[in-house]
């Protein structure tokens, strides 16, 4: 009914609350990704790279940490004392080693700009409003908005190769089909609608070539947090 980033529920009417793959998209794109000259401080990149500016890194932490926090504030108001709260999303890598997934469709943006089908100054101030935090991160908030004891948080790996066979065009259609679900609003958005389908099938052929190089595509690193609301003074 409205973002999570804010109040959903009545006081104290949850008593377990679950949430999956949901807490690592942000609420906006991060502030400060252009100066105020109107230069873009992340070229080259699409969300935090290897190339990105300890000032990029800094301005998408801030928004996480906001988002993050006024979850947990919210959750907070709604969950009973001593409720549950369980909650799972893609994270635990460092920040200056993106996912594979975004270098492909960074590469596959930039590969459209050198044809000509999308502006290079798009592009350049074009950032997905994604961050995948470490657990000591999470940690760190958790602990610092004081309202949950944390039981539990960890990694784990999601494989995907479950749903793959060792047919390479069903394997390159699985994960295309995926990453299309995931991206094809924020890219129609920032580009136009008119661009998907020749960008996916880009994307695709470049997906193809990742696995016939034997680069895994099966896993996606993950966090486990598991807490309690804290019982009342």
Not at 112 to 138: C, Q, R, T
Not at 181 to 191: G, I, K, R, T
Request: with cysteine.
């Amino acid at each position: 009914p409205r973002s999570f980033y804010g109040r959903v529920f009545p006081n104290c009417s949850l008593h377990f609350v679950y949430s999956s793959c949901a807490l690592h998209w942000l609420s906006q794109v991060p502030e400060g990704l252009v100066s105020n000259q109107g230069v873009a401080l992340n070229k080259g990149n699409i969300m935090i790279g290897k190339t990105s500016l300890p000032e990029v890194q800094e301005a998408y932490y801030t928004q996480f940490n906001r988002d993050f926090t006024m979850f947990l504030k919210s959750r907070a108001k709604e969950i009973v004392p001593g409720g549950c709260m369980v909650l799972t999303f893609p994270g635990s890598v460092p920040s200056t080693h993106p996912h594979f997934n975004s270098e492909l469709l960074g590469s596959t943006l930039h590969d459209m700009v050198l044809e000509g089908m999308i502006e290079e100054g798009k592009l350049d101030k074009f950032n997905i409003p994604l961050y995948l935090a470490s657990v000591k991160e999470v940690r760190e908030l958790v602990e610092a908005e004081g309202s949950f004891v944390l039981h539990r948080l960890q990694t784990f790996t999601i494989d995907w190769s479950i749903h793959m066979t060792e047919d390479l065009d069903k394997r390159t259609e699985f994960f295309t089909g995926f990453m299309r679900a995931a991206f094809e609003s924020l890219l129609a958005n920032a580009f136009g609608e008119a661009i998907i389908d020749d960008f996916f099938f880009k994307f695709k052929m470049r997906v193809r070539g990742h696995i016939i190089a034997r680069q895994p595509i099966e896993y996606l690193n993950c966090l486990l947090v598991s807490m309690t609301r804290k019982l009342e003074d």
